[in-house]
């Protein structure tokens, strides 16, 4: 059964940093792109990142662009977002999605997702 677990929320100052993780399991990890998505209370779900695992090829949201940084350990099938320079509007539940990544392509924050984690809490005060 494939499964991704995030984790590494949790209530931080604003300008501080936070790493979160999501542990993929049950499925060929090469083979997919992983994305960040965030929702935050009232707004709708925004994709900030994703990494392609078959060429490393990175996107990253203008939200957050310069401040997040994804990165892929193949080896133990886990992505992180390191997530620095937070502001309270950086507060939301993020979470992790994977689809399959084609040879000619790279990850999107736009493609339909094959797997779903189920989130984790970032708050970051004022």
């Known amino acids: 059964e494939a499964q991704l677990v995030e984790s590494g929320g949790t209530l931080v100052q604003a300008g501080g940093s936070l790493r979160l993780s999501c542990a993929a399991s049950?499925?060929?990890?090469?083979?997919?792109?992983i994305v960040w998505f965030r929702q935050a209370p009232g707004k709708e779900r925004e994709g900030i990142s994703c990494?392609?695992?078959?060429?490393?090829?990175?996107y990253y949201a203008d939200s957050v662009k310069g401040r997040f940084t994804i990165s892929s350990n193949n080896a133990k099938n886990t992505v992180y977002l390191q997530m620095n320079s937070l502001k309270p509007e950086d507060t939301a539940v993020y979470s992790c999605?994977?689809?399959?990544?084609?040879?000619?392509?790279?990850?999107?924050?736009?493609?339909?997702?094959?797997?779903w984690g189920k989130g984790t809490l970032v708050t970051v005060s004022s």
């Open positions: 999605a994977a689809h399959f990544v084609l040879l000619e392509y790279g990850c999107s924050i736009l493609y339909e997702m094959d797997y």
């Open positions: 049950g499925f060929t990890f090469d083979d997919y792109g």
């Open positions: 990494i392609s695992n078959r060429d490393g090829s990175t």
